[in-house]
């Protein structure tokens, strides 16, 4: 109860400084944070850019010993399909080029790496899910 205001409160704010669509999605990002967190993921990164700044992974984290790429899609309402249709190719691309980056980094084997998706659609209360694997 506390988190969920102290949540609204954090929103508010950013809703003044910024645009109401970054808005939205950093608060998507931080109840995907939460939410991974309880799955008993180790969240190691947000927002997380490689050396070449061209690629950008929402969220990076450990689950036991598999490196998981997040990328977190929220949507105000699913009038216009579910959130996670609009990951296409080319974020999949942006996503494959953080993950070498991060997985060479610390020496971790591409077969210990795996791309999750965690959809946030702000229904009272928020509606949160995870694909693993896509």
């Known amino acids: 109860m506390i988190l969920a205001a102290l949540d609204q409160l954090r929103h508010l704010k950013r809703r003044k400084l910024w645009t109401p669509t970054l808005a ?38 450990w689950d036991r010993d598999t490196l998981v790429i997040v990328e977190v899609k929220s949507r105000e309402h699913g009038e216009y399909g579910p959130p996670e249709r609009a990951i296409g190719p080319e974020k999949r691309a942006h ?20 791309f999750d998706v965690v959809t946030v659609l702000f ?11 896509n």
Do not use: C, K
């Not at 997985?103 to 084997?109: D, L, Q, V, Y």
């Not at 229904?123 to 694997?133: C, I, M, Q």
């Open 24 to 61: 939205l999605g950093r608060r998507g990002e931080d109840l995907a944070h939460r939410y991974l967190h309880r799955q008993g993921y180790i969240v190691v990164a947000r927002n997380y850019r490689p050396a070449s700044g061209d690629a950008e992974a929402d969220i990076v984290a």
């Open 95 to 114: 996503m494959a080029r953080v993950a070498r980056e991060f997985a060479a980094r610390g020496s971790t084997p591409w077969d210990h790496v795996r």
């Open 123 to 133: 229904t009272d209360p928020p509606e949160v899910h995870l694909y693993r694997g």
